[in-house]
């Protein structure tokens, strides 16, 4: 497992392309919780928010309304291959890591499984700063 996400980091790392990032969001999407509480923030720009999910990517729009106080979200998901260039060059593995085991941690409360998880990409955070 951890021999796996690290062979995807190194890739990325030595060349951050498109299907390198493809690669690696594919792969860290299998230590997702079974739970739709929690997605990890890939990349925002303006009202604009792109999300890692168990379920794949999706595009947010979220706005505050003009005269109301009152926000407006509205949901698109997202082939993988649909990725804007933008998401890509501003890509931040070592974030999505992060947030990834931070999520891991959380849901670790519940099931104690996902203890070995967060240790794993822990140490590949550890490994690779």
Do not use: C
Request: charged fraction near 30%; proline fraction near 3%.
């Amino acid at each position: 497992m951890e021999e796996e996400l690290q062979h995807a980091l190194s890739s990325l790392k030595r060349n951050k392309n498109k299907e390198n990032v493809i690669s690696f969001l594919k792969l860290i999407r299998k230590y997702f919780p079974p739970s739709d509480d929690f997605s990890i923030t890939l990349w925002k720009s303006g009202i604009y928010e792109y999300v890692l999910d168990r379920r794949g990517i999706a595009m947010l729009r979220v706005a505050e309304d003009e005269y109301l106080p009152y926000m407006s979200a509205y949901e698109k998901r997202l082939d993988f291959f649909q990725i804007p260039e933008n998401l890509i060059n501003n890509f931040d593995w070592k974030s999505v890591l992060k947030q990834l085991r931070d999520i891991v941690l959380e849901y670790s409360k519940r099931d104690k499984n996902f203890v070995k998880i967060a240790e794993i990409l822990n140490d590949v955070i550890l490994k690779n700063i």
